[in-house]
């Protein structure tokens, strides 16, 4: 049996910045006062449950290769999928871990073969506004979706779906 190599953390601390944490009161997109310099938590082990039950989709083995660990892809992906109705496509939740990495050539390959999937990705950015968009290609399993999205007034990017 092929078991998924065990990944961890290691320096990576880029959802301490990405995410809010109730507790501390810290909102997403604040570096965490507690990252320690070169990563890691500085109150690891005292540290608050939201941060304990956390991890990402790399983390769990879900999205990329090895070498794609949040701090250097620069994109933390969530391991929630939303589905709003039944037949929609996934929505896939992903966090710009610095301004402009979803836009860099690693960050638009990863987009371009979650979105082939016929995922729906919406990117939550620090330095965008509106701070949803979402990025689909236009299948037919995404398109009523899309449409509906901007019905309610999010901004939606559509992109064509490449051999
Ligand atoms: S983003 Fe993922 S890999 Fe990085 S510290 Fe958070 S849970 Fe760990
Ligand atoms: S308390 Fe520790 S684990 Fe939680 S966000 Fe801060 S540095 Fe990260």
Redesign the pocket.
């Known amino acids: 049996m092929n078991a998924i190599a065990k990944r961890s953390c290691g320096e990576c ?1 880029a ?2 910045y990405t995410h809010g ?1 109730k507790e ?1 009161n ?1 909102d997403n997109f604040i570096q ?4 320690r310099g070169g990563g890691g ?4 082990g005292i ?2 449950k939201s ?1 304990r039950v956390y991890s990402c989709s790399w983390l769990d083995g879900v999205v990329g290769a090895p070498e794609d660990r949040p701090d250097k892809l620069g994109l933390v992906i969530g391991v929630q999928r939303w589905q709003y109705r039944l037949g929609d496509p996934e929505v896939t939740l992903v966090f710009e871990a610095w301004p402009g990495a979803f836009d860099t050539e690693r960050g638009q390959l990863f987009a371009h073969t979650q979105m082939q999937q016929g995922a729906v990705l919406c990117v939550m950015s620090k330095e965008k506004l509106p701070r949803f968009s979402y990025y689909l290609y236009r299948l037919s399993t995404t398109e009523a979706y899309g449409l509906r999205l901007e019905e309610k007034g999010y901004l939606v990017y559509w992109r064509e779906p490449q051999d």
């Open positions: 601390s959802c301490c944490v501390l810290k965490c006062q507690y990252t938590c500085g109150i690891y540290h608050p941060c």
